[in-house]
C-alpha cells in the first residue's frame, strides 16, 4: 500500500477513536493526514488522547528524523523509544503527542517548500534568519518550531530576510 494511503488510514482510524472518546461529532468525509495536520481543533483532541505508538510510527517516517533524533525531541531515551516499540499498544503522554505532531506539522510544510532531500539538508545548514541557527536546532522546543515554521512561510512565500 501507498505511503500516504497508509498514514491517511491510520490518521481516519485514529480520529474515530478520537471522536468516540471526546464525544465528538467529525465531518464524515475522509480526512487525509495533511488535513489532519491543517485543522488545529483536531490536533487539540488528538494531543489531549494521545498518539497511539502505531500512528507515530508512520509519522516518524514521513519525517526526516532519525530515531535518536526523536528520543531527543521527546526528551526520552532511544532505548524507552525503543520499549515503546516493542509493546505495540503504547499511547504517548500528550506532551509527547503534542511535540511528535510540531514535528509532522513542520515536516509536512518543509517538504511542501522544499521536498524531502532538499528540506532534510535545509533543517542541517545554518541559517542567518534563525540566529545562525539550524533549523533543527530550533525544533527542540515550541518557541523555536514557531520561528521554523515562520521561516518556511517566509521561503515559500519568497521573502528573504
Do not use: C
Not at 531515551?77 to 506532551?95: C, D, G, M, V
Amino acid at each position: 500500500m501507498d505511503a500516504n494511503l497508509k498514514i491517511d488510514k491510520a490518521v481516519r482510524t485514529y480520529l474515530k477513536k478520537v471522536e468516540q472518546d471526546q464525544n465528538l461529532h467529525l465531518d464524515e468525509r475522509e480526512i487525509t493526514y495533511r488535513e489532519f495536520l491543517s485543522n488545529r481543533m483536531l490536533i487539540v483532541h488528538s494531543i489531549r488522547k494521545g498518539i497511539p505508538y502505531r500512528l507515530f510510527r508512520l509519522i516518524q517516517e514521513k519525517t526526516p528524523f532519525k530515531e535518536e533524533e526523536w528520543a531527543e525531541f521527546l526528551s526520552i531515551s532511544t532505548k524507552t523509544l525503543q520499549r515503546y516499540k516493542a509493546s505495540k499498544e503504547h499511547i504517548f503522554k500528550p506532551a509527547h503527542s503534542e511535540k511528535i505532531l510540531e514535528l509532522a506539522e513542520v515536516t509536512s510544510l518543509g517538504n511542501t517548500v522544499f521536498g524531502p532531500e532538499k528540506f532534510y539538508l535545509w533543517l542541517q545548514t545554518p541559517n542567518f534568519s534563525l540566529g545562525n541557527l539550524k533549523p533543527k536546532e530550533l525544533l527542540k522546543d515550541s518557541y523555536g518550531k514557531e520561528l521554523v515554521v515562520e521561516e518556511l512561510h517566509h521561503i515559500d512565500q519568497g521573502i528573504f530576510a
